[in-house]
């Protein structure tokens, strides 16, 4: 069969440039699409720090001048990947986060910065460099939310379109008087096109005008479609309804596999978790808990957000402490949040520690060693970390939206009798379900042979990309098939 031709685009891509899953995700799709017949190449901007990656990186094309200053486009290989990128020093040499100034307000002519990605890759769609026209453009997220509207209204022979919602809440929303700037023409702004509440929406366009959308889980792929959950774009997903599709989130099952982890003191499997109790006495040392092998710990690593829902978690800390339990925190995020996770240490020496941060070597360690895993987001499209305890025997305890529904087997009274269990979820999402969650896990945990069985159940959850990636192959096939027809 020939391979479909996919141009991914993207904002960020793992180890180059993260803030969150969204770089996990883009740069393990390639990968495991390849096993499936796409072919992906990943269009990203030429950040200091993917520049400074490439090697042996070839120009493929000069753009005179792109919003504000000349750019090339480069290939190369790099991580593994088949990357093409955007190198515009005028746009994206800037260090640090790839969407906020050193103010922590995102960058002023962040919609030149995006909107010159999604016109690189209409340019690669409408065959600027011969050979590289792909069959499909995937793109991600609002920063490439423009690519399938420029591709719509650029008019002529083109690939079809995927975009890919990681995060509703991020919307891209920019002054109407950029229309022309941004290359589209003015009957693009319409309600059917890329006009959001007076504004250009750029997650809108791509919701509007992409042939096909996914999201990242099918409890997600729901919930935006609810007013609740839709963030204004509810009505729109409701329109677009047969377009889209819910695929879940898989994690890389090489970076992440307990049995070979350079990041834990000790290695294990299912069959040897007891190896387990030396990781949690290193890190319980590490960050200054008391080495207690009894106590039950419960980690976080996460984006210290309202949406990952931090601020509930430090409300309820006496269920935690009041068990008897301890806590390790590994995230940053909002300041304010940082800082009351550092007092909520500073309140309890020995029993929380927090780690502002980001530190990926930490995070290993941690999931490998906690007793379970706190997830209690308010909303969550899809969630790896989750993924990332499952497959660590670190059991989540969970709040049950998004893929976090979909992702973890609640120990209610018929799933321990089944012996299905994973994990613990609560619902609604609030301060007192989340203590009863941690009183649950407490609980469940003096049973030695039942969170035994919940840790290996856990662990025997298919978290890889081989399933995800079957499903995108099938949409980009039938999507290039149906366009060829
Ligand atoms: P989101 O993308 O909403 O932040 P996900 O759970 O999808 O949430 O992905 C988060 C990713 O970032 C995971 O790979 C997780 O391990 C990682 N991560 C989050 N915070 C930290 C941190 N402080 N240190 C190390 N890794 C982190
Ligand atoms: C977003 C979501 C998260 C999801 C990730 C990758 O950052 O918040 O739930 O797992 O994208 O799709």
Same mark, same amino acid.
């Given at each position: 069969m020939k391979p479909v031709r996919v141009l991914s685009v993207a904002s960020e891509v793992y180890p180059f440039v993260k803030t969150g899953g969204l770089a996990d995700v883009v740069a393990a799709l390639p990968r495991a699409l390849a096993r499936e017949g796409v072919a992906m %190449?990943?269009?990203?901007?030429? $950040?200091?720090?993917?520049?400074?990656?490439?090697?042996?990186?070839?120009?493929?094309?000069? =753009?005179?001048?792109?919003?504000?200053?000349?750019?090339?486009?480069? +290939?190369?290989?790099? +991580?593994?990947?088949?990357?093409?990128?955007?190198?515009?020093?005028?746009?994206?040499?800037?260090?640090?986060?790839? =969407?906020?100034?050193?103010?922590?307000?995102?960058?002023?002519?962040?919609?030149?910065?995006?909107?010159?990605?999604?016109?690189?890759?209409?340019?690669?769609? %409408?065959?600027?460099?011969?050979?590289?026209?792909?069959?499909?453009?995937?793109?991600?997220?609002? #920063?490439?939310?423009?690519?399938?509207?420029?591709?719509? $209204?650029?008019?002529?022979? %083109?690939?079809?379109?995927?975009?890919?919602?990681?995060?509703?809440?991020? #919307?891209? #929303?920019? @002054?109407?008087?950029?229309?022309?700037?941004?290359?589209?023409?003015?009957?693009?702004?319409?309600?059917?096109?890329?006009? =959001?509440?007076?504004?250009?929406? =750029?997650?809108?366009?791509?919701?509007?005008?992409?042939? %096909?959308?996914?999201?990242?889980? @099918?409890? $997600?792929? +729901?919930?935006?479609?609810?007013?609740?959950?839709?963030?204004?774009?509810?009505?729109?997903?409701?329109?677009?309804?047969?377009?889209?599709?819910?695929i879940l989130n898989g994690i890389d099952d090489t970076v992440w596999n307990p049995r070979t982890d350079a990041h834990l003191v000790h290695r294990f499997d299912v069959t040897h978790l007891d190896a387990r109790a030396g990781n949690k006495a290193a890190l319980q040392a590490r960050l200054g808990l008391d080495v207690e092998p009894s106590t039950f710990l419960f980690g976080v690593v996460s984006r210290l957000t309202l949406q990952k829902g931090v601020d509930l978690l430090l409300e309820a800390l006496p269920a935690v402490t009041g068990n008897g339990a301890q806590l390790a925190i590994l995230g940053a995020g909002d300041k304010s949040l940082e800082d009351a996770c550092i007092a909520a240490a500073g309140r309890h020496p020995g029993r929380i520690a927090a780690v502002i941060g980001y530190e990926e070597a930490l995070a290993h360690l941690l999931q490998g060693s906690v007793d379970a895993l706190l997830v209690p987001s308010r909303f969550e499209p899809c969630g790896l970390t989750q993924l990332c305890a499952l497959r660590y025997g670190a059991v989540p305890v969970v709040a049950r939206v998004g893929g976090l529904a979909d992702t973890v087997i609640d120990a209610d009274e018929e799933a321990l009798a089944a012996g299905s269990a994973t994990g613990i979820q609560f619902a609604p999402v609030s301060r007192g379900n989340l203590e009863r969650a941690i009183d649950r896990a407490v609980t469940l945990h003096r049973d030695v042979a039942l969170w035994r069985s919940l840790q290996s159940r856990a662990m025997s959850t298919d978290v890889g990309w081989t399933r995800p990636a079957k499903q995108f192959a099938a949409l980009f096939r039938e999507l290039a098939a149906h366009r060829d027809a």
């Amino acid at each position: 069969m020939k391979p479909v031709r996919v141009l991914s685009v993207a904002s960020e891509v793992y180890p180059f440039v993260k803030t969150g899953g969204l770089a996990d995700v883009v740069a393990a799709l390639p990968r495991a699409l390849a096993r499936e017949g796409v072919a992906m %190449r990943t269009l990203v901007p030429g $950040y200091p720090a993917v520049i400074d990656a490439l090697r042996d990186a070839e120009a493929l094309h000069m =753009y005179a001048r792109l919003h504000g200053g000349p750019a090339r486009l480069l +290939a190369a290989h790099a +991580a593994g990947l088949d990357l093409l990128v955007l190198d515009a020093p005028h746009l994206y040499s800037r260090p640090g986060n790839p =969407y906020l100034g050193p103010d922590g307000e995102p960058w002023p002519d962040n919609a030149f910065r995006f909107a010159a990605l999604s016109e690189c890759a209409a340019s690669i769609a %409408r065959g600027v460099v011969p050979g590289l026209a792909p069959d499909i453009v995937h793109a991600h997220d609002w #920063q490439a939310g423009l690519a399938p509207a420029l591709i719509h $209204y650029g008019g002529g022979p %083109r690939p079809g379109t995927v975009m890919t919602v990681h995060n509703l809440s991020f #919307q891209g #929303q920019f @002054p109407r008087e950029l229309l022309a700037v941004i290359g589209l023409p003015p009957h693009a702004y319409a309600i059917d096109g890329v006009e =959001y509440h007076g504004t250009i929406g =750029y997650l809108k366009a791509g919701i509007a005008l992409a042939d %096909r959308i996914t999201t990242v889980s @099918p409890t $997600y792929a +729901a919930e935006i479609r609810t007013p609740e959950g839709g963030m204004g774009l509810d009505g729109l997903l409701r329109h677009r309804t047969d377009a889209l599709t819910g695929i879940l989130n898989g994690i890389d099952d090489t970076v992440w596999n307990p049995r070979t982890d350079a990041h834990l003191v000790h290695r294990f499997d299912v069959t040897h978790l007891d190896a387990r109790a030396g990781n949690k006495a290193a890190l319980q040392a590490r960050l200054g808990l008391d080495v207690e092998p009894s106590t039950f710990l419960f980690g976080v690593v996460s984006r210290l957000t309202l949406q990952k829902g931090v601020d509930l978690l430090l409300e309820a800390l006496p269920a935690v402490t009041g068990n008897g339990a301890q806590l390790a925190i590994l995230g940053a995020g909002d300041k304010s949040l940082e800082d009351a996770c550092i007092a909520a240490a500073g309140r309890h020496p020995g029993r929380i520690a927090a780690v502002i941060g980001y530190e990926e070597a930490l995070a290993h360690l941690l999931q490998g060693s906690v007793d379970a895993l706190l997830v209690p987001s308010r909303f969550e499209p899809c969630g790896l970390t989750q993924l990332c305890a499952l497959r660590y025997g670190a059991v989540p305890v969970v709040a049950r939206v998004g893929g976090l529904a979909d992702t973890v087997i609640d120990a209610d009274e018929e799933a321990l009798a089944a012996g299905s269990a994973t994990g613990i979820q609560f619902a609604p999402v609030s301060r007192g379900n989340l203590e009863r969650a941690i009183d649950r896990a407490v609980t469940l945990h003096r049973d030695v042979a039942l969170w035994r069985s919940l840790q290996s159940r856990a662990m025997s959850t298919d978290v890889g990309w081989t399933r995800p990636a079957k499903q995108f192959a099938a949409l980009f096939r039938e999507l290039a098939a149906h366009r060829d027809a």
